[in-house]
């Protein structure tokens, strides 16, 4: 399948070039970036040296091409989008630019009205998990934010439970700082960023509104940045009106994930690794589900890891590109992360 | 003043001879190690080279001393205080052992009868912001957990708030490497904690008793190890019956700690460090609080920082030393800490 | 091809087994481990949770495979050897044991005499880029450690140059946490290990030998342990008896590496990654090599990276195996590493 | 004694004002910085919040002052440096503008011409150990840079022992994140930085000249930038034209420093740190230096430890100012390094 990519030389896109180049139903047929263009994708992407001679192209040197991925800055794919529905069979969205239903959330989480509210809609949550059968014939696919991703496939199991949610769920998110992106500013810099456990969001954060809309529950997200390059550690605070026991969760996220290729619920009783641990999924598609019941307060933690550029975004997105192609689910995506690393 | 250190080689004991050799009031006479005795003390702590000429010695040969510290793994200095109350002036206890006045708590959180209830109720908290007056005359003070300590100082503030609280207090912290002392076992190594964001303790943190004692709040605590070796940071989501405003925020931590050369309100609207970032802190005796509003989940966040060797432990128990001596508070606590570290 | 590991549970053995799985000619049949036996592989290796249900078995129960894989810790594979090789139809030791061909190098760099000097002469080193031919009938190869194929690979197409050596090569070597393997002691605690660009073996590091029996130079080696998990460094400080220009080395290398798979050549004009830099490579096979000239002291700079458990120990095993196997040299080798990580 | 810095806001920048806002016989009186003006000193130095309330002033504003710092970005000093000796009682130069005595140099390792030759052979090197005397009555301190101290702080020594050196000597240098600057730019990034061994200047690195000024040794540098934020490691190798012991090594260093305040020789048999590790100097004005004998290459390794922002740069400089000032040499550096850090 004939495939490109808008916006390739930032993290995502990388991530997504590694993938697609060893992806045996794909043939990538053009990437672009405008500040790369003319130069070859491993000046970006030092790890892809020798595996392509690809090089980035121009935007305005974009053919029509059977799958579109969007890899751009949030914000840059709202105005094209149209443009690129027409000239591709299917695109598959990668920024936050379609990911919420409601057109009066842009202004609020991203201050900037969405021109084109009706595609808003149109466009279906990239979450295979819950929308594999919409995602099959999907021609707009919104990939969702690396948080959100994580919190959703955390707490959404739980919605059915008796007895939650009665009221909001804190999410304390932890991320790498590649979910910053290539141009981190100052606050990247290694020397400002090793070693923090900054409270870069305690209250705002924009994954927020994905979170809600896909779970129903009211979300008070604190968003950190830790040091880690690649990894989301979402842990989920549900209280509940009633005591809950670890077998019914267990059986609960059984139900929902049991024959999903790609979550693993993990709650061990020994080992180093007994909760999700992001660290050992770089580069794999996973997320790790697990929880623990606190009867003290009457909560459950509900845990979840994952790949920001993996499962929290470019995994993800070639999981759906993969339904929506009717190829196998797991094409490209049998890398199982390192141990240690 | 003649001081000596029991338990002197771990990460908290090393802090504590830093401290102790700069102070100008103390006359460090001894420090004991099962495993250094005989040694330089600056074997088991490299910054100490040419500091000083003390060795170990053994616990056996201990001598009274006007003050005693005790820095011993937690559990064993439950059966050895009323001995050292009785050769000390009196003993700062930086273990788990005369934390909770409630001897009950104890087979809870540490698995262990407490063998001398009686002194549990004797014991003051090593709060000087809170206990300041009852210092200045304790024969034992019992410094609190890092993690506790944060946590406490970021809440106790906001008990007096109407509409706070009316359900559990959500914290959620992240600490260092050298929380889990010298001896951090396979799960320390660096090839298995580089990186990391591991939820050690999602639930059933031992320092879950001592913050709700110190603040009357119910405490829903999860505790996480994130890559850095120093540092606590304790986010604290609590749930309002009212709105809030920032306005009234700074005016409740400011008449709380305006007067404190300890604890700093740290809430900025530009800049790298706009929140309390532990990062800052190594080597400090700061704790830095801050806070955010977040008006959408009714909800109020409430951060702190600290090292958790400085004003998590060792650091403040010099701090408490000084009160109990009755030196000014800030004696040998000058260091303001590093940027970039 | 029926396949076993002796001695899996150990960072490389880890690494071998996440490849082992994935390579499709190969039926992994058992791993061997003394303290782990019983217990699912993915317990020692949280990475491969839900890739195999595979558990460790004891040493005691190894049955005869086609292909023997040794993973043991140094010294462990010595006496043993001639009974596997018996059992085996061939035989990969990822161990020291076997590596050096002169007998009496073994008390001199690790302190034993060897019990079976005549499987040194035997053994083929595990260089495919040198001893392919000798590998594809060898019973019994001899993987080079990390740092010295590193070190070999950067230093012997130099060898036939005119002017080198006329004089001690320095090699400055670098290596990551997981290097000093899962048992790391006090020196590899996260704590201590943080941040350290620790001089661990100034003179006489054992790779030495190893690295002179391969190129026949005089070889200074000085080693430093720093802050990565994975990923080993050398840079190797080349003095001429005359003018070099980097043409020549251009030519030179590209002469000797131009058609392997997995060593490339790295001396880029621009970019973030102009020379070969170990972090881009965790997972992969690759070895990169760089050089500089320096007109100045009229040295050259030989530079090496791979991945300690990649290219410096299982991948090379793997590709060692193809060799001996007849199978495609790349075969379940194609992950080309991640960038950011 | 009335002091102002010129450029305060970069990294050693900040450590100055640290260390200046704690030096008893220093009145800070101004701090300049063009992009900063107008702001607290604590919003680019967070970890001064509370120590101060100076703001930075525009350079248009500089006051005369006795004692003048001078931290600007390398090459802006050359041209203003008549005037802030003119109105100054003298200067202190961290920059790199007046460490070569030869103005010829220039060009070649820094790419401009010097406009004032004259003042190169006035500066008085910022070596306390060599240069004590001249610094006393010095009008322009020039601090050399911080791999250019440590070697020469490792290499002075030994250059009059016989059979040192006849060849170039291979100095190996490591240094952290801050020894970029806070304007790191895109390699600077976290994700980029974290984990690297990178050789950013195999050859040609401009410390070379300075040291080679100090020592008269020809020098074969080869730079690398490792994942740490302070400090910087050299690991000299030097050969020998004869055996050497390390008793007279032992003999050679403490003639040297045996009563230096700030140079350790580190060479211990046993422990965790038995050579100069930068690790755990973060913050102090150690230099340590150590040494090992490679009796197998004839060989002689030299290693010093500091960290860069500390004796590779403000520490000294601070103690280049209590020479001059004819205070005593350790005022205000007394702090010693944290362990664990």
Redesign the interface.
Known sequence: MNVAVVGGSG?VG??LL?LLL?HPDVELAQVTSVHWAGKPIA?A???????SSLRFVSPADLRPAEALFVATPHGEAMARMPEWLASSGFVIDLTADHRLHDAAAYPRYYRADHPHPELLTQAVPGLPEFYRNELRAARLIAVPGCIATASILALRPLVGLTGVPD??V?I?A?S???A?G?E?G???????????????A???HRH?AEIEQETGL???L?A?A??????V?A?C?V?LSRPVEEKELWRTYRAAYGSEPFV?I?H?S????R??????????NYC?V?????A????L?A?A?LDNLGKGAAGNAVQCFNVRAGRPETTAL????????
């Open positions: 993290y990388g991530e590694r060893h000046r992407h030092p790890n892809l040296r020798g595996a009221r909001p804190v304390d932890k790498g700082s590649s910053s290539r981190s100052p606050a990247g810099a290694h020397a400002e960023r090793s070693g923090v456990m900054r409270a870069y305690p209250a705002g927020t009211t979300v008070a604190s950190h830790v040091e880690a390059v690649r990894g550690l842990t605070h209280f693993r993990v061990d020994d080992g180093l690794y909760e999700p641990e992001p660290k050992i999924l770089a580069g794999s790790d697990g929880f623990a019941v606190d003290h307060a009457q909560r933690v845990i890891a049998d890398f199982p992360g390192l141990h240690p690393i």
